[in-house]
């Protein structure tokens, strides 16, 4: 087990400088470009790809690295550089994550390739859990998947919604109700390949912010994957439900859901995402304190400036903090007693949202234009307390882990 630390060592430092150069170099210059476009920025992933960002290899390196600070580091860099590009970057480790999490080790090394691609011929995969009527409330999912036996084959019905790279991607990742007598705990995940009848995308959504990520609805009707595409295989998964059904019999119990697991494993990368939008802005607001001057003085020597930018820096150092500490925690197979995955997710969303106005604030009217990326970046932050659970998803996970109750 790694020891907690919170220097990072030379190699990290070298990926943290590569990233930042990259997220400077390429992202930031194409940012305003794809967010008044809102279209996947399929040239700036290209570039990623060549360059090994965009890899199954590069990821891995990050998700096993024994410090655990490998993928929150990497979150931070690029969502300094632009939500909405990195988040077309980094969307398939989702559906990458849900493969992990889930699938055999065949499984991993069948689908997380096709997901990716490679640099001449990217690919992009999606994760599709939220449904029209069940997103924070996951218990009340309606897409089916029924077994038919004689042909080994699963078949999927149903509508998702909110899905980041839906109906573009090569691969997608779905979570669907196999006993609907056992609420979320009923769940399983499978693989939909590519250009398999019955799939398509449905509306594509008109966001606020992230506007470069493509969002969509998945239509699923009579979608049939192989037996093989039920991520963890069916003996598996009989043996889970054979538990979750005799602790439903005994009046509870915990059993954890196909979905619950990916989000608990993305909680803390979600928390980096939003540390490297609220710093993004931060460093905006600072550079623009110390060079606009009024009454004959940069507006820094004001305390009403200076004091928002101490509360600003102080609240983002604590947002990573508690980002690495999950991370760390999650690496190494703590427990999160206390809901410390949702804890991090929690305060660096809340943090993004309140550093990102803060910034608009000190700009004044500039702020509030788009020739200035605050208010791209303030526009972004918004989605850091909906998506993968929101703020008020987060408390209650961490006041009923603290209660000792149940998360359902």
């Not at 506007?211 to 889970?240: F, M, Q, W, Y």
């Not at 809340?350 to 009217?365: D, N, R, S, W, Y």
Request: charged share 25%; with cysteine; glycine share 10%.
């Amino acid at each position: 087990m790694a020891e907690f630390t919170m220097e990072l060592n030379d190699e990290q430092k070298e990926v943290r400088d590569w990233l930042h150069g990259f997220a400077a170099d390429v992202i930031r210059p194409a940012a305003a470009e794809w967010d008044e476009r809102e279209e996947t920025p399929w040239p700036v992933i290209q570039e990623a790809a060549k360059v090994g960002i965009y890899s199954l290899d590069f990821y891995a390196q990050q998700y096993f690295d024994p410090t655990g600070l490998g993928i929150p580091m990497a979150m931070e860099e690029l969502f300094w550089g632009d939500a909405g590009i990195a988040l077309s970057i980094v969307g398939t480790g989702l559906a990458a994550v849900g493969v992990l999490a889930n699938g055999t080790e065949e499984q991993i090394g069948t689908w997380i390739p096709q997901m990716y691609g490679d640099a001449n011929d990217v690919k992009v995969a999606a994760f599709c859990s939220s449904e029209p009527d069940a997103g924070s409330d996951v218990a009340s999912m309606r897409t089916r998947a029924v077994y038919d036996e004689a042909k080994d084959e699963w078949v999927l019905n149903g509508t998702k919604t909110w899905a980041t790279n839906g109906g573009i991607a090569n691969v997608h990742v779905v979570v669907a109700v196999v006993d609907a007598e056992l609420g979320s705990k009923g769940h399983a995940s499978f693989i939909v390949p590519p250009n398999t009848p019955g799939l398509s995308q449905g509306q594509k959504f008109k966001k606020h912010g992230i506007r470069a990520s493509h969002t969509a609805e998945v239509i699923l009707d009579n979608v049939r994957v192989p037996g093989s595409c039920l991520l963890g295989g069916k003996e598996k998964l009989d043996a889970r439900l054979a538990r979750a059904r005799e602790k439903a019999q005994k009046g509870g119990g915990r059993v954890k859901n196909a979905a619950m697991a990916t989000f608990e494993a993305s909680r803390p990368a979600v928390g980096a995402m939003a540390v490297g939008t609220a710093r993004a802005a931060y460093e905006v607001a600072l550079e623009y304190a110390q060079t606009r001057e009024q009454f004959g003085r940069p507006i820094i020597d004001n305390q009403g400036v200076a004091f928002q930018l101490a509360d600003m820096r102080t609240s983002i150092d604590a947002a990573r903090l508690l980002v690495w500490r999950a991370s760390w925690m999650a690496v190494n197979g703590k427990p999160f007693t206390a809901a410390e995955g949702s804890m991090s997710k929690l305060f660096a969303s809340e943090t993004a949202k309140k550093v990102t106005a803060q910034a608009i604030q000190i700009l004044g009217g500039n702020g509030y234009t788009r020739e200035y990326p605050v208010e791209r970046m303030h526009r972004d932050s918004a989605i850091y307390t909906i998506f993968e659970g929101t703020s008020e998803i987060q408390r209650l996970v961490i006041a009923r882990t603290l209660a000792g109750m149940p998360i359902r």
